[in-house]
């Protein structure tokens, strides 16, 4: 079974709305594709982390290759990453694993 990228959004927006529920921070729109990480929610290094750790929880993936989505070429880490980047990514890596 392959994974759509509106369910895997779907459940990405999900656990972005979990871990920010208590948070104060400044957004407060809805989060959607457009929805950056860093920019609008407010992320650290360590909420990136527990954010890689719940999808692979929640997708019972383990080992997902985050580095290619948060690094660049030269080894410099990513300023920042939307909803979207992240779904497309993750729903690549969930079809090539089915």
Same mark, same amino acid.
């Given at each position: 079974? /392959?994974? *759509? %990228?509106?369910?895997?959004?779907? &459940?990405i $927006?999900? =656990?972005?709305?979990?871990? +920010?529920?208590?948070?104060?921070?400044?957004? %407060?729109? *809805? $989060?959607?594709? &457009? +929805?950056? =990480?860093?920019?609008?929610? /407010? #992320? +650290? *290094? $360590?909420?990136?982390?527990? @954010?890689?750790?719940? $999808? &692979?929880?929640? #997708?019972?993936?383990? !080992?997902?290759?985050?580095?290619? @989505? =948060?690094?660049?070429?030269?080894? !410099?880490?990513?300023?920042?990453? *939307?909803?979207? &980047? @992240? +779904?497309? #990514?993750?729903t690549?890596? =969930?079809? !090539?694993?089915?």
């Amino acid at each position: 079974m /392959g994974w *759509s %990228s509106d369910t895997v959004e779907r &459940e990405i $927006i999900g =656990l972005l709305q979990d871990m +920010t529920v208590d948070w104060d921070n400044e957004f %407060s729109g *809805s $989060i959607d594709g &457009e +929805t950056r =990480l860093v920019a609008d929610l /407010g #992320f +650290t *290094s $360590i909420d990136v982390v527990q @954010l890689a750790v719940a $999808i &692979e929880e929640l #997708f019972e993936q383990q !080992r997902l290759p985050f580095q290619v @989505l =948060l690094m660049t070429s030269d080894g !410099r880490y990513v300023e920042d990453v *939307s909803v979207a &980047e @992240l +779904t497309d #990514f993750v729903t690549r890596q =969930l079809n !090539r694993e089915a």
